[in-house]
C-alpha cells in the first residue's frame, strides 16, 4: 500500500541542522564506500584554463539535468496540480549530485545514467504527489530518486552518509533521509527496472544540449 504522500520528506525547511542533531543511524541501503578524498585536490591542481572548461561542462549538464527533471515533473497531472519546483534549487542540487558522483570515480557515462532513470522514477512518484510538496521537498526528493537509481544500476555505490553530508544535511537529519528513501521506494512499487526506450529517451534528452553552454546560466554549488 503506497505511504501518504505528505510524509515523504519530513523536514520542511531547508535550515542547517546542529550537528548533534544528527542521527547516524545505519541505513537500510547497502553501501560499499567509494568516496576519494583526495578528488578535490586533483581538480585543484589542474590548470585554470582546465579548471574552467570543467565546470563550465558539469554546470552545463547540471543545467540540462534540471531543465529534463523539471519538465518531468510538469508534465505529470491537470493544469491544476502541475508539479512546478524553483529552477536554480533543482540545479544547484543536481550539480552538488554530480561532483559528488566525480569524487566517487563514476564515468561520466554512469552519471548521465543514472540521472536518466531518476527523471524516469519522478514521472512514477510526482503524480502521486502533486499539490503537496513545497520547492526543497520535491527537490531533494528527486536526488533522492538518483540515489535509487545509482544502488540499482551500478556495481559499487556511493555510501548513503556521503550523499547526507555533501547534499542533505543542511535539509534534514539522515535517519530522516533514511525514512524518506523507504517512502519513495515504497511508491515505486519497489521497481527500479525502467524500458530500455525509456532509458534510451531520458540519455539522449539530458545530452542533446551539453553542447550549448550559452544556454546554461551559472550554478550556486553553494
Known amino acids: 500500500m503506497p505511504?501518504?504522500?505528505?510524509?515523504?520528506?519530513?523536514?520542511?525547511?531547508?535550515?542547517?541542522?546542529?550537528?548533534?542533531?544528527?542521527?547516524?543511524?545505519?541505513?537500510?541501503?547497502?553501501?560499499?564506500?567509494?568516496?576519494?578524498k583526495e578528488f578535490?585536490?586533483?581538480i585543484s591542481s589542474l590548470?585554470?584554463?582546465?579548471?574552467?572548461a570543467k565546470t563550465e561542462r558539469d554546470e552545463t549538464l547540471a543545467w540540462?539535468?534540471?531543465?529534463?527533471m523539471k519538465d518531468r515533473m510538469a508534465a505529470q497531472g491537470s493544469q491544476h496540480t502541475r508539479?512546478?519546483?524553483?529552477?536554480?534549487?533543482?540545479?544547484?542540487?543536481?550539480?552538488?549530485?554530480?561532483k559528488l558522483l566525480q569524487a566517487c570515480h563514476y564515468c561520466s557515462h554512469d552519471i548521465v545514467l543514472c540521472f536518466s532513470y531518476a527523471c524516469s522514477y519522478a514521472g512514477r512518484v510526482f503524480p502521486l504527489m502533486a499539490g503537496l510538496l513545497g520547492d526543497a521537498e520535491a527537490v531533494h526528493i528527486c536526488i533522492l530518486l538518483v540515489f535509487l537509481a545509482h544502488s540499482f544500476i551500478l556495481d559499487e555505490t556511493c555510501p548513503m552518509r556521503e550523499w547526507h553530508k555533501h547534499i542533505f544535511q543542511r535539509y534534514c537529519s539522515l535517519k530522516k533521509m533514511d525514512t524518506a528513501l523507504f517512502n519513495v521506494f515504497s511508491m515505486l512499487e519497489f521497481r527500479l527496472s525502467i524500458p530500455?526506450?525509456?532509458?534510451?529517451?531520458?540519455?539522449?534528452l539530458i545530452l542533446r544540449t551539453i553542447r550549448e553552454p550559452a544556454k546554461c546560466k551559472v550554478v550556486d554549488t553553494r
Open 64 to 68: 540540462r539535468i534540471a531543465y529534463v
Open 47 to 52: 590548470p585554470r584554463h582546465q579548471r574552467i
Open 3 to 36: 505511504l501518504t504522500p505528505a510524509k515523504v520528506l519530513p523536514c520542511a525547511d531547508d535550515s542547517p541542522i546542529p550537528c548533534d542533531g544528527m542521527d547516524s543511524d545505519a541505513s537500510t541501503t547497502s553501501e560499499t564506500p567509494r568516496i576519494k
Open 196 to 204: 530500455a526506450e525509456e532509458e534510451a529517451k531520458y540519455f539522449q
Open 40 to 42: 578535490y585536490a586533483d
Open 83 to 98: 508539479m512546478e519546483v524553483d529552477q536554480s534549487l533543482l540545479e544547484r542540487k543536481v550539480h552538488q549530485t554530480i
